[in-house]
């Protein structure tokens, strides 16, 4: 069995937003979406399409932490999906378009084949995962799920659901292998070392660094500025697109609804305004 991580594509296809983005941001996302349901705390959200793709995609997101799904995708997905997460009705002028609660939360994170950080100096702080690992039977019948160790930041899928998706030639997915129970150890290791070769010819190769509102502006002017394996640039309609690297050397490039607050602490450097 493999894992993977939930993602989306936001480049060839429709973009969308909150035309009150303030508002629901501050009233649903960020107290919400933490594995639990939401049920009557959830409004009347409209939900417009700004910008038109070469192609409509059967799924987006809210950064890359909360998908959002047409009404086909739901329909082709449903067995995977009941029980596992809520479906949270999106206001759309003409499409029906839903925000994906999941609410299927296992501990099944592998502490001791995983390679977990902790904050300096304090142990049995909890910092983040560099390697996963899972423990096979615990998310062996659960196609979607979430683990407490990031139950607001990353949602996982299995093999039936990457396939599933693929069989029903679902749009604007992506998925980031995390993890191959046939393959313990090796895979991860492998992309491991590749995004970390990556990211060392990057360091070896910056320029004049800035802070995050001095990168800001250089963005705005057109430039391309990137810090570890962050990028950011605008979009040819202006708007703004965030990518993370990825093993192969790629980008993967997402539309933000805000700036994550990681973002802003980092320090930045002019590059490449053509990466892709």
């Known amino acids: 069995m493999k894992v993977w991580r939930w993602g989306y594509e936001a480049d060839k296809y429709d973009s969308f937003t909150f035309p009150n983005t303030t508002e629901v941001m501050d009233e649903y996302i960020r107290p919400h979406f933490n594995g639990t349901l939401i049920g009557d705390k959830w409004g009347e959200i409209e939900f417009e399409t700004y910008r038109s793709g070469k192609m409509s995609s059967d799924c987006t997101g809210i950064g890359n932490k909360i998908p959002i799904f047409n009404d086909r995708t739901v329909k082709a997905l449903k067995p995977y999906l009941d029980s596992n997460v809520e479906l949270l009705p999106l206001k759309h002028p003409t499409k029906m ?4 609660n999941v609410i299927r939360v296992i501990d099944a994170l592998d502490y001791e084949k995983s390679v977990v950080e902790y904050v300096e100096g304090n142990p049995n702080l909890f910092k ?5 690992a899972f423990k096979l039977e615990a998310i062996r019948d659960y196609p979607i799920f979430k683990i407490p160790e990031y139950k607001k ?3 996982f899928v299995t093999d039936s659901f990457k ?3 693929e069989a029903n030639h679902l749009k604007g ?5 995390v993890w191959d129970s046939e393959n313990v150890g090796d895979a991860e290791a492998d992309l491991e070392r590749k995004v970390q070769e990556q990211l060392d010819a990057i360091e070896r190769n910056k320029g004049e660094e800035f802070n995050f509102q001095a990168a800001q502006r250089k963005m705005e002017a057109g430039e391309c500025i990137a810090s570890g394996k962050w990028r950011l ?3 040819e309609d202006g708007t703004v697109r965030m990518g993370s690297l990825q093993a192969d050397g790629s980008y993967h490039w997402i539309q933000p609804s805000y700036y994550p607050p990681i973002l802003l ?3 930045w450097h002019v590059v490449d305004k053509l990466a892709k």
Do not use: H, M, N, P
Not at 97 to 100: L, S
Not at 173 to 177: D, G, I, K, V
């Open 97 to 100: 378009f839903y925000a994906v």
């Open 173 to 177: 997915f992506t998925f980031e292998l």
């Open 233 to 235: 640039k605008q979009a």
């Open 265 to 267: 602490d980092l320090k």
């Open 163 to 165: 396939e599933a998706v």
């Open 128 to 132: 983040g995962v560099s390697q996963f």
């Open 153 to 155: 930041l990353r949602v």
